[in-house]
């Protein structure tokens, strides 16, 4: 069938673009996992690490805010790294971290920079110390990364594509704090990544429906679809088979999530057959999007850069980065407009709540009727624009 | 049934708000012959194929190709149809060879078949050795080919090819024409824009000229040129006596004019290349020696400044 082939050959471009995978693939489990990892338990006492820096430039710096805004330490400077040595042996502090000179240049410059780990032979620092510490040196190792990736495939500049891999990760560990602090609330709400997983689905699976408009766009303007229109294939079929390459984008994606936050997080996705009814409808409301996207838009770089910042904006307002629970009231409302509120709501259900397909019926109904919706108005403007 | 037309189009129109781009247009393409629709930018090549190939709803007229009509059977016509847009349609980030596997399958073929043809096709198109690498990396000349077999892997019973050769380079170009006369001897009937007069000439059995939305003339190059009642320049090189030359040659019947040009003598005459031989014959006689002749014809140039009173191209 022709659809099916069109989706196949969808996926096998995708497979190629390694900037699409990266944010496909890789950086929510990324993600996941850093801020998984650094608020997963929150300690009840800070731990004392001293910090020394030899000079380490803006990223030592920015490495060493992290260690100070952990929840787990109480970070203390140390004039140079004898004094700290000093006092990991006295047990002042529990441990040490030394940010070498150069820090900053090697990383800019894509070779290895190594912070030292001091710690005392006779007293191995405790487990906590070492997870936070080396969860803050994870985390900017991947922002690293991502950004010089970043800056090397989409032409922004480092520090640019840098600050984007910090707000992505931010606006999400403030969640966390404040999460763990509303106390009588919590038992409703899913800790760990029981939350950030979910949250984390949802928000990935829209943005890359928005950006993956780029595609029907490229298509438009490059007159592949016109040409496939030359052709004895009908327009249903094109436009079906344009929507399923973007639903097997989606589903995709969200089953990545899905799979790794299972396996290798051990978030309980409660009601299995449910959890992956909600992840297929969500994925048909991304389609909806991206197709709607992909009709009005003039030229592709529109829907790669709008879609992490408006996908952002919608995943705030929808739940992504803090539970709705916590909002007033009137931001509840407005979060509801847009479906990942619905999503998120079905998510928390199955997952704290231990709710089955009927207890999230009204979410999924309201989701298809989002995908319906989008998926119609999509069509029909694209007929309009194909017929000439 | 071999000598029906493989496509036949009548009284095509097409109007963008105010614009009519296409104003009546029709006319018919028999299997193995080239068709030529010369016109200059904006004449409505591009929105005439269009139709045809039922990319563009028409205001009116009817397309038949291969028996079957564009109203009835859409996807009969598009089967029996290869589209070459004028503009490459392929995508950048596949190869060739995963690009014909893809424009392969969309016109229905699978298999063996498919495999065949696409291996085929590129051999054509002289892409064997590239069939591997992202089309992006290909030549403008490169891609361009590539367009034109992606049209030809079903063996389409009409190759319709819209300008397939604008901005390409020399080499190129000429693998695209000769590509194109071998598709006339395969039986293929082709139907070719271009607003290049020298294509025209070169490639199409027929050619209709089209202007503003209309066919303002039609037929072999030798009959457009005979309707325009222009007449032929002969320019014979001679040593001797040019006068007498010239005096004798004015006497042949169809000889309008003779004069002596600088080493020869030229001539206007109507149909000039049939009275060639009495020329020769009666210049034996005039006390000159004819070293060399030419023949200057007039060009689709020539009738199309005729037809709508301005140059082909600006
Ligand atoms: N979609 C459209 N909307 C409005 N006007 C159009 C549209 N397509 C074509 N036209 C107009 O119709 C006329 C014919 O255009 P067409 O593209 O058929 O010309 P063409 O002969 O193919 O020219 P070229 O040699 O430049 O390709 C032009 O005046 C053009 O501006
Ligand atoms: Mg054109």
Request: proline share 5%; charged share 20%.
């Amino acid at each position: 069938m022709k659809a099916l082939m069109m989706a196949g050959s969808a996926l096998r471009r995708l497979a190629r673009d390694r900037l699409a995978l990266f944010f496909i693939v890789l950086l929510p489990v990324v993600i996941i996992a850093v801020i998984g990892i650094t608020f997963g338990d929150a300690a009840s006492e800070r731990l004392p690490v001293g910090i020394a820096d030899e000079g380490a430039g803006p990223l030592g710096d920015q490495l060493r805010a992290g260690l100070v805004a952990s929840p787990a330490l109480d970070a203390r400077a140390y004039d140079d790294p004898d004094a700290l040595r000093k006092a990991v042996r006295r047990g002042v502090v529990s441990a040490g971290v030394v940010l070498p000179a150069g820090y900053d240049q090697a990383l800019r410059a894509g070779r290895p920079a190594e912070v030292t780990f001091v710690v005392d032979q006779t007293r191995p620092a405790p487990a906590p110390v070492r997870t936070a510490v080396s969860a803050v040196v994870a985390r900017q190792a991947a922002e690293v990364k991502a950004a010089r990736f970043a800056a090397e495939r989409a032409g922004v500049s480092f520090d640019t594509a840098l600050a984007r891999a910090r707000a992505l990760a931010d606006g999400q560990e403030q969640v966390r704090v404040e999460a763990t602090t509303i106390g009588g609330r919590e038992d409703a709400l899913p800790t760990g990544f029981n939350y950030t997983a979910p949250a984390n689905l949802v928000l990935f699976v829209f943005i890359t429906s928005l950006a993956g408009a780029a595609g029907l766009i490229e298509a438009r303007r490059l007159g592949v679809i016109r040409r496939m229109l030359a052709t004895p294939t009908t327009t249903a079929t094109i436009l079906f088979g344009e929507a399923l390459s973007r639903f097997a984008v989606a589903l995709l994606q969200g089953m990545i999530i899905f799979v790794v936050g299972w396996l290798v997080f051990g978030v309980d996705w409660g009601d299995p057959p449910a959890a992956l009814v909600l992840v297929l409808t969500f994925a048909l409301v991304g389609t909806g999007v991206g197709m709607l996207l992909g009709s009005v838009l003039g030229n592709a770089e529109q829907a790669t850069s709008i879609g992490p910042p408006v996908g952002i904006a919608l995943g705030m307002l929808g739940g992504c980065m803090w539970p709705l629970a916590i909002v007033p009231e009137p931001m509840r409302v407005i979060g509801h407009l847009f479906p990942q509120a619905w999503a998120m709501d079905a998510f928390i259900a199955l997952i704290a709540k231990g709710a089955t397909i009927t207890g999230i019926a009204l979410q999924l109904a309201v989701l298809a009727a989002f995908a319906v919706a989008l998926l119609a108005l999509a069509t029909w403007r694209l007929r309009k624009t194909l017929a000439g | 049934m071999d000598n029906d037309p493989v496509l036949w189009c009548k009284d095509l129109r097409k109007r963008f708000k105010e614009r009519l781009a296409v104003d009546g247009v029709g006319f018919e393409v028999a299997p193995g012959e080239t068709y030529g629709l010369l016109g200059p930018n904006g004449a409505g090549k591009t929105t005439t194929i269009s139709m045809i190939c039922g990319l563009l709803r028409r205001d009116g007229g009817e397309v038949t190709v291969a028996g079957a009509s564009l109203d009835r059977d859409p996807g009969q016509v598009k089967a029996a149809i290869g589209y070459v847009p004028q503009d490459v349609a392929l995508y950048p980030d596949l190869s060739g060879l995963e690009n014909l596997r893809f424009w392969g399958r969309m016109y229905g073929l699978a298999g063996r078949d498919l495999a065949e043809r696409v291996e085929a096709t590129l051999e054509v198109v002289g892409l064997t050795e590239r069939a591997g690498d992202r089309v992006a990396d290909y030549s403008g000349g490169m891609q361009r080919r590539l367009n034109i077999a992606a049209g030809m892997l079903h063996r389409p019973r009409l190759l319709v090819l819209d300008e397939p050769t604008a901005g390409v380079d020399p080499q190129s170009r000429n693998a695209i024409l000769a590509n194109v006369e071998a598709l006339g001897g395969e039986g293929i009937a082709v139907l070719y824009t271009t607003h290049y007069m020298e294509e025209a000439e070169r490639l199409c059995d027929r050619v209709g000229i089209i202007d503003q939305g209309r066919l303002v003339a039609e037929g072999t190059r030798r009959e457009l040129v005979a309707r325009v009642g222009e007449r032929d320049r002969i320019e014979l090189a001679a040593t001797g006596d040019l006068a007498g030359l010239a005096a004798v040659a004015a006497r042949v019947d169809g000889v309008d004019e003779a004069s002596v040009v600088g080493g020869g003598v030229h001539l206007v005459a109507r149909d000039g290349r049939r009275l060639l031989p009495r020329l020769l014959e009666a210049a034996e006689h005039s006390g000159a020696e004819v070293t060399s002749v030419e023949l200057v014809e007039p060009d689709l140039e020539a009738v199309f400044l005729h037809l709508t009173g301005k140059a082909l191209r600006d």
